[in-house]
């Protein structure tokens, strides 16, 4: 069986009181719940336009 890493950049814009670490959590959990998704992970955050 072949197995490939994707790398993904995703922009998100955080509601009031959002954190990052919730939502980049989320994300990893619904990646993982697809179907053929072994791993995933987060390896880097990068805040923009923090006022």
């Known amino acids: 069986m072949k197995s490939i890493d994707v790398y993904l950049k995703v922009e998100v814009d955080l509601a009031e009181g959002e954190t990052e670490e919730?939502?980049?959590?989320?994300?990893?959990?619904?990646?993982?719940?697809m179907y053929g998704v072994r791993r995933a992970e987060?390896?880097?955050v990068i805040t923009q336009g923090e006022d």
């Open 42 to 44: 987060v390896t880097n």
């Open 22 to 33: 919730r939502v980049t959590q989320e994300i990893v959990r619904t990646l993982e719940k």
